[in-house]
T-cell receptor, first 112, second 113 residues
Framework: EAQVTQNPRYLITVTGKKLTVTCSQN?????MSWYRQDPGLGLRQIYYSMNVEVTDKGDVPEGYKVSRKEKRNFPLILESPSPNQTSLYFC???????????FGQGTRLTVV | GEDVEQSLFLSVREGDSSVINCTYT??????LYWYKQEPGAGLQLLTY?????DMKQDQRLTVLLNKKDKHLSLRIADTQTGDSAIYFCAESISNFGNEKLTFGTGTRLTIIP
């Protein structure tokens, strides 16, 4: 079954404690990206990756890092989380322009 | 610049048609999408339309695109309780190799029995 898997689904953490949200896809897609969803703002792109070892900033990259060492995995790293990073995060993958973007189930992060 | 706008709420009686509207500003968008998000779930692609098309129909769903006015709509015929969800309009823009989806704020569709 084609899918994008994120872990964990829910996470509560404290300010400053490093965390990683994992994302894995089994469709051999080249393109992966991270979005955050906030009420009244829709989804905003954080980072994207066009292929292995190729990543770049989206619209709201501050406070986040990513890596793309393998084609299937695209983890999102928060080195020092802050309360304004409390949000719902989605990972997505696709075969580039014009094809369906598959989304993970989301990770609800709360930073206290 | 890129901006996608939708109204936040829509209530429709069961059995009626729902029409969700969206406006966008970037004329270079290649594809326009409608995604559905049910409570606690990720985003599910409902349908999409290429920017050089005017209309696309898929069972109960009809997408209309007015490129001149940069207006996109999603019509759901015979709305059912299972259609209750948040619907996101999104445009796809290819820019220096980045295919970015720019989303609207989402429209929460509520079905009245």
């Amino acid at each position: 079954e084609a899918q994008v898997t994120q872990n964990p689904r829910y996470l509560i953490t404290v300010t400053g404690k490093k965390l990683t949200v994992t994302c894995s896809q089994n469709m051999n897609h080249e393109y992966m990206s991270w979005y955050r969803q906030d009420p009244g703002l829709g989804l905003r792109q954080i980072y994207y990756s066009m292929n292995v070892e190729v990543t770049d900033k989206g619209d709201v990259p501050e406070g986040y890092k990513v890596s793309r060492k393998e084609k299937r995995n695209f983890p999102l790293i928060l080195e020092s989380p802050s309360p304004n990073q409390t949000s719902l995060y989605f990972c997505a993958s696709s075969n580039r322009v014009g094809t369906e973007a598959f989304f993970g189930q989301g990770t609800r992060l709360t930073v206290v | 610049g890129e901006d996608v706008e939708q109204s936040l709420f829509l209530s429709v009686r069961e059995g009626d048609s729902s029409v969700i509207n969206c406006t966008y500003t970037d004329s270079s968008s290649t594809y326009l999408y409608w995604y559905k998000q049910e409570p606690g779930a990720g985003l599910q692609l409902l349908t999409y339309i290429f920017s050089n098309m005017d209309m696309k129909q898929d069972q109960r769903l009809t997408v209309l695109l007015n490129k001149k006015d940069k207006h996109l709509s999603l019509r759901i015929a015979d709305t059912q309780t299972g259609d209750s969800a948040i619907y996101f309009c999104a445009e796809s823009i290819s820019n220096f190799g980045n295919e970015k989806l720019t989303f609207g704020t989402g429209t929460r569709l509520t079905i009245i029995p």
